[in-house]
């Protein structure tokens, strides 16, 4: 392998690691954004961003504290009123 093709080589595993990095920062990012929960069939919260279901220790935190939870799978976090 010449000097150039490991050079390119290293550049291109640097982008990717790069890449890789900035998705896991936005993504990380995204969820400290609030988002309302929404509501399945059986008319339970469940997680925007992942889909999975907010347990009733969850909203009543959120009822006894206030403000925002977090999703116990995802740490999505929720706001519960339609406040801005
Ligand atoms: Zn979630």
């Keep these: ?14 982008f990717v690691g790069m890449l890789e990095d900035y998705e ?8 400290q954004i609030p988002k309302n929960p929404l509501e399945n069939e059986q ?11 907010i347990s009733k220790d969850n ?3 959120h009822i006894i ?8 799978h995802c740490g999505q976090a929720l706001k519960w009123s339609d406040e801005e």
């Excluded at 392998?1 to 080589?9: G, I, P, Q, S, V």
């Excluded at 896991?24 to 969820?31: C, D, G, Q, Y």
């Design 43 to 53: 008319m339970w919260a469940v997680c925007p961003n992942c889909g999975g279901s």
């Design 1 to 14: 392998m010449t000097n150039k093709e490991t050079l390119t080589r290293i550049m291109n595993q640097m």
């Design 24 to 31: 896991n920062i936005k993504k990380a990012l995204e969820k």
């Design 65 to 72: 504290n206030g403000g925002t939870t977090f999703c116990e």
């Design 59 to 61: 909203v009543q935190e």
